[in-house]
Nanobody, 120 residues
Framework: QVQLAESGGGLVQAGGSLRLSCAAS????????MGWYRQAPGKQRELVATITTGGWTTYADSVKGRFTVSRDNAKNTVYLQMNSLKPEDTAVYYC??????????????WGQGTQVTVSS
């Protein structure tokens, strides 16, 4: 079973910055795509950013130019640097990993979520 441990959420004023981290642990063969999603109250969960093992990234239009996703493959850790935060970025942020197991199975795993609150 793969565990995703998130950290780095909190309360920040508009215009401020936060950095989220998510480390994967457990028994697995590889993790191709890691990324971040978020869910605001009353809204559906949405993609924020993803990154592959090779470094290919995707971003939601709403965060392009403000957020940067990166990863340390050796540590199975993905990061989300969030700059110029806006109140509309307030949400629970979830780490996601597409895990390939030794058995050949490929399954998505989710972290427990970390709250990001941006005050105006």
């Amino acid at each position: 079973q793969v565990q995703l441990a998130e950290s780095g959420g909190g309360l920040v004023q508009a215009g401020g910055s936060l950095r989220l981290s998510c480390a994967a642990s457990g028994r697995f063969l590889s993790i191709n795509v890691m990324g971040w999603y978020r869910q605001a109250p009353g809204k559906q969960r949405e993609l924020v950013a993803t990154i592959t093992t090779g470094g290919w990234t995707t971003y939601a239009d709403s965060v392009k130019g403000r957020f940067t996703v990166s990863r340390d493959n050796a540590k199975n850790t993905v990061y989300l640097q969030m700059n110029s935060l806006k109140p509309e970025d307030t949400a629970v942020y979830y780490c996601n990993a597409n895990v390939e197991y030794v058995s050949g199975a490929r399954l998505p795993r989710w972290g427990q979520g970390t709250q990001v609150t941006v005050s105006s």
